[in-house]
């Protein structure tokens, strides 16, 4: 948002002022006070102007919406339709931009991991943040855990009893798990349906991070959605989207900048460890028991054959038949 529109938001927020008075505060003309006034009531925002200007209402959402009052150095990019917010972040690192959110109300190309379909119908969060952290690249992976944590924590103010699936799938418990028996352990979905999915991607050289864009998809309709899907709207009756982003883009912003916090926020969320998991790597499945992760972002399993460390790869948690 135009900084001389946002301190014109901020001055009439809270009782009418003149336009006199706003060229004065803004030092600018009150020509412009009145064309930078009618901007902003074209990007949705209700002011009044009996008596002096005052803003009285703001849109639902949109950027100019989740830009005002965000506690975060984002400038928010918003679509109404666009292919991926993950292919527009990367366009906008490429032209040398930092700190921005791409936001959709519907992105009709979502993807997930290993070039996975990712339904992202209208009325969804679809948001992809590009930043350039000073991190080397094998600690790139603490920024995806970053955005899981910001992401089931902003769920949980929503009232929706999220949780984090090792890497980064925010899931919502449904059900009671199977206890553990001695036969064999097969996969399983019961109680737990995927509400977030996070994709990381990345340029850089072998010392040197260039970009990051994390793309976090939050699904808020349960209609529509793959087996297994669940949305907020599911779970609360009551969603604020704007409110949401603002809090999910500010939480990140928190943790990107204090990496270190972030794998004990992680611990407090997950439904992985103390599970029984079988984890697909490109060395080979890794079945046994979770029971740690460590910086940046690797699985602790107790096998039968030892202690294994997964750097990546695809986690099922299993139950017992």
């Known amino acids: 948002m135009n900084e001389t529109r946002r301190r014109v938001l901020d001055a009439i927020a809270d009782e009418p002022v003149s336009g006199p008075e706003l060229a004065t505060s803004l030092g600018v003309s009150r020509a412009a006070v009145w064309k930078h006034i009618e901007a902003l009531r074209e990007a949705g925002f209700t002011i009044e102007g009996d008596g002096g200007y005052r803003l009285v209402g703001v849109p639902e959402y949109g950027g100019p919406a989740i830009e005002y009052g965000l506690d975060a150095p984002f400038e928010v990019e918003y679509h109404d339709s666009l292919s991926s917010t993950n292919a527009r972040a990367r366009e906008l690192a490429e032209a040398g931009e930092t700190d921005r959110a791409v936001v959709a109300n519907e992105q009709t190309g979502g993807r997930g991991r290993l070039d996975r379909e990712w339904v992202s119908p209208p009325g969804g969060i679809w948001c992809s943040v590009l930043t350039r952290p000073a991190l080397p690249p094998a600690h790139v992976p603490i920024l995806t855990l970053a955005a899981a944590v910001a992401a089931v924590e902003?769920?949980?103010?929503?009232?929706?009893?999220?949780?984090?699936?090792?890497?980064?799938?925010?899931?919502?418990?449904?059900?009671?798990?199977?206890?553990?028996?001695?036969?064999?352990?097969?996969?399983?979905?019961?109680?737990?349906?995927?509400?977030?999915?996070?994709?990381?991607?990345?340029?850089?050289?072998?010392?040197?991070?260039?970009?990051?864009?994390?793309?976090?998809?939050?699904?808020?309709?349960?209609?529509?959605?793959?087996a297994g899907g669940t949305g907020l709207l599911a779970h609360t009756d009551d969603l604020d989207r704007?409110?949401?982003?603002?809090?999910?883009?500010?939480?990140?912003?928190?943790?990107?900048?204090?990496?270190?916090?972030?794998?004990?926020?992680?611990?407090?969320?997950?439904?992985?460890?103390?599970?029984?998991?079988?984890?697909?790597?490109?060395?080979?499945?890794?079945?046994?028991?979770?029971?740690?992760?460590?910086?940046?972002?690797?699985?602790?399993?107790?096998?039968?054959?030892?202690?294994?460390?997964?750097?990546?790869?695809?986690?099922?948690?299993?139950?017992?038949?």
């Not at 925010?170 to 349906?193: F, H, I, M, Y």
């Not at 991607?201 to 699904?219: L, Y």
């Not at 690797?298 to 038949?321: F, K």
């Open 154 to 226: 902003t769920a949980r103010e929503a009232g929706v009893d999220a949780g984090i699936k090792w890497p980064n799938d925010v899931l919502v418990p449904t059900g009671t798990r199977a206890s553990r028996t001695e036969s064999d352990d097969v996969p399983t979905n019961d109680g737990e349906q995927k509400l977030v999915g996070i994709l990381t991607e990345m340029e850089g050289e072998a010392d040197r991070v260039s970009w990051v864009v994390v793309g976090i998809g939050v699904n808020v309709r349960a209609e529509g959605l793959p």
């Open 242 to 321: 704007r409110a949401f982003v603002q809090r999910l883009l500010k939480r990140f912003d928190g943790l990107r900048g204090e990496p270190e916090t972030v794998l004990s926020a992680w611990r407090e969320h997950t439904l992985t460890l103390g599970r029984r998991v079988r984890v697909e790597t490109p060395g080979g499945e890794v079945v046994g028991e979770a029971v740690d992760v460590e910086f940046p972002g690797s699985l602790v399993v107790e096998t039968d054959e030892g202690t294994r460390r997964v750097h990546a790869g695809d986690c099922e948690h299993l139950r017992s038949v």
